[in-house]
């Protein structure tokens, strides 16, 4: 690879000056390693492990040593949050926010193939694009569906049980040299050369030249793009020599095919992170699979976690379940406990988990990182067994739009006005706070608004004025009655539409009574003000809390997705009887690998709840390790 960096990018004293500047805590030998290594590899990273702060420390030197002004640095990731955070990372300093613009490029892959790949190979058939999204094409599909030439196939897709699907569903894959016309996720109930086969082609192929695609068509006409212009990978290979792939566990088969077709043969220096034992999305590749093969044989491992102690990294290296892992928590002295609990006593389990954290978690850390609930469904099936999900302990439980731990934007700035003033790392709170501000917008167009990372920082342009409209509610968020609230709501409100043609929902823009009430006694040091509502756990899918830290977190057993065991007893008896999980059922694996993902988030506090009749005996087996085992049923 031609150097497009200064040699000395990872020099020691470089580094340690960049560890300085960022306030991050010293490296340890295998961080070390990994950050000045320039070859492609592999790592393997703990939960807490501190890989994300790692990734922006590594480009974060790289930039500022980057010499070539039409190469880059390609930067992917599974998802947009994922992507966000690298990026709100690099933007911290002056060089590392020359990544976000050319030559460099920071997105996920979805995004990657898109720009470089499937929308100039649409382009070349003179097709203008008006959508790619599966809902859309949906749509478009049934519409189309109703027309006559079509009636053999809809007659057919009407006659099977949830039949449309078969339309719905209709993707490109790339075969044999062309695109052929598939199922979603399995193959299609008819040849391809019937009747019905012969008029879903006509349908896709129709949507096609219209612009309609799904997802999934942009990776099959990107291979296609390839295929019929060899010239491209090496086009794409010369503008990026380094590519480094976040969240690798979360890739699928098809993305990582299409990744090795441009780089795998190229000079192009790949290296690739995450943790296997995280990979919960139903998209990601298979284990074993060659195309997904993740970490490689010999890879190195960051197998300390900061974010907890040795009572919960024992837990987690009991429930890996793809790759063995010995998990070493440097982090809190922290709990590990068990609520047992029966029909009568469900209703009882958050508010004693509530209780739990108050007791056992240091304010100032609650304030920070308020605890969750959390459960890998959300609402119940028609199965008659109990209980299922999520809302059968919280039965006025609804589905949120995101993560975020507060149901106002007020009480998120209460939040991260308290962890501005009382820790020194103010870039997360103000990052907190404007994921807040996100959270709570509409878009026209489906954007949303930039990571903070992104937006400008003169007062002179539109995001300017933001960062100061964000430091003005850091600064009086415990202070604001319903009038002040409104006035500088309104002028958030004015610039992010500004900003990215962005609506803030109108009722951000109103202080609840309570709310209100609280702020006319007058200002309160700000943890006092911002503990009362972080108490109480937020609900959530164990999904999506991937990625965060709690100070604590409970997870509730539900039913696991075949609707013949229960997700946290099946985690209990693997770890009371030390059973190895590679030799568990799939079904098992795949419920103890979400059990995993949510017993990684707290800092301080994890609780599991389960079923007595099925889990006491489990349960206090493991009283003899430290564990807090709560009957409430004898309570």
């Known amino acids: 690879m031609t150097r497009t960096y200064l040699p000395d990018a990872f020099a020691t004293d470089k580094v340690e000056a960049m560890v300085k500047l960022l306030v991050l805590d010293p490296l340890d030998a295998e961080q070390w390693d990994y950050l000045q290594s320039e070859k492609t590899q592999d790592l393997q990273a703990a939960p807490g492990s501190g890989k994300t702060t790692l990734i ?38 002056a060089a590392g926010r020359s990544l976000l613009r050319y030559p460099h490029f920071i997105g996920t892959i979805q995004s990657f193939v898109h720009t470089f790949l499937a929308l100039p190979a649409v382009r070349d058939r003179k097709v203008e694009v008006r959508s790619i999204d599966d809902a859309a094409f949906e749509t478009a599909a049934l519409r189309l569906l109703q027309r006559p030439e079509y009636s053999t196939l809809r007659n057919y897709v009407e006659r099977q049980h949830q039949g449309t699907g078969i339309v719905a ?112 999305y139903s998209d990601a590749a298979s284990v074993g699979e060659p195309a997904s093969l993740f970490p490689l044989p010999g890879a190195p491992e960051l197998s300390v976690s900061r974010r907890f102690g040795p009572q919960i990294a024992a837990v987690a290296s009991r429930l890996v379940v793809r790759r063995p892992q010995q998990v070493r928590g440097a982090g809190p002295d922290g709990q590990v406990a068990v609520l047992l609990f029966d029909e009568t006593t469900v209703s009882d389990v958050v508010p004693t988990f509530e209780r739990m954290a108050a007791v056992t978690v240091p304010e100032d850390v609650l304030v920070r990182r308020p605890p969750r609930v959390l459960g ?45 003033k009382s820790g020194p790392d103010s870039h997360e709170a103000a990052t907190e706070l404007w994921n807040a501000v996100r959270a709570s917008v509409s878009s026209p167009t489906g954007d949303g608004l930039p990571a903070l990372g992104r937006l400008e920082r003169s007062m002179a342009t539109t995001g ?62 700000a943890a006092a003000v911002a503990a009362v509502p972080l108490t109480r756990a937020v609900p959530g899918t164990i999904q999506s809390a991937k990625g965060e830290t709690h100070a604590a977190t409970l997870i509730l057993e539900c039913l696991e997705k075949t609707g013949k065991k229960f997700d946290v007893t099946e985690a209990l008896r693997m770890i009371a009887e030390g059973s190895d999980p590679l030799r568990e059922l799939k079904s098992v694996q795949a419920a103890v690998q979400l059990v995993f993902v949510g017993a990684t988030r707290p800092t301080h506090l994890l609780v599991l709840a389960a079923h007595r009749d099925r889990s006491k005996k489990y349960a206090d087996a493991m009283a003899g390790a430290g564990w807090d085992i709560r009957d409430l049923t004898e309570h």
Not at 57 to 76: E, F, I, N
């Open 169 to 280: 569903g209709a993707t490109f894959t790339y075969r044999g040299g062309e695109l052929a016309v598939t199922g979603a996720a399995r193959d299609l109930p008819f040849g391809a050369q019937s009747s019905s086969g012969k008029q879903l082609d006509h349908l896709k192929r129709t949507l096609a030249r219209w612009g309609i695609f799904r997802f999934q068509d942009m990776y099959a006409i990107a291979q296609e793009y390839l295929a019929r212009h060899p010239g491209i990978a090496a086009a794409v290979t010369t503008r990026f020599p380094f590519v480094l792939l976040d969240e690798t566990q979360d890739t699928s088969a098809a993305q990582h095919e299409l990744l090795d077709l441009v780089f795998a043969s190229s000079s192009t220096v790949v290296q690739r992170v995450g943790d296997t034992n995280q990979g919960i």
């Open 56 to 93: 922006g420390l590594k480009l974060a030197l790289m930039a500022d040593a980057w010499t070539s002004p039409t190469r880059g640095v390609c930067v992917l990731s599974h998802t947009n949050t994922a992507k966000n955070e690298i990026a709100d990372r690099v933007g911290l300093l």
């Open 464 to 525: 300017g004025r933001v960062r100061i409209l964000l430091r003005e509610l850091l600064l009086n968020a415990n202070e604001f009655d319903a009038v002040s609230w409104g006035e500088v709501t309104e002028q958030l409100a004015v610039q992010l539409k500004l900003l990215n043609g962005c609506q803030l929902r109108e009722h951000e823009t109103e202080i609840t009574t309570a709310a209100a009430a609280g702020a006319a006694l007058g200002p309160t040091p």
């Open 376 to 420: 890998a469904r959300q609402n119940p099936k028609t199965s008659p067994v109990y209980p299922q999900s999520i809302s059968c302990y919280l039965p006025g439980y609804t589905p949120t739009s995101g993560p975020t731990a507060h149901r106002t934007l007020i009480g998120a700035a209460r939040a991260a006005s308290a962890r501005w």
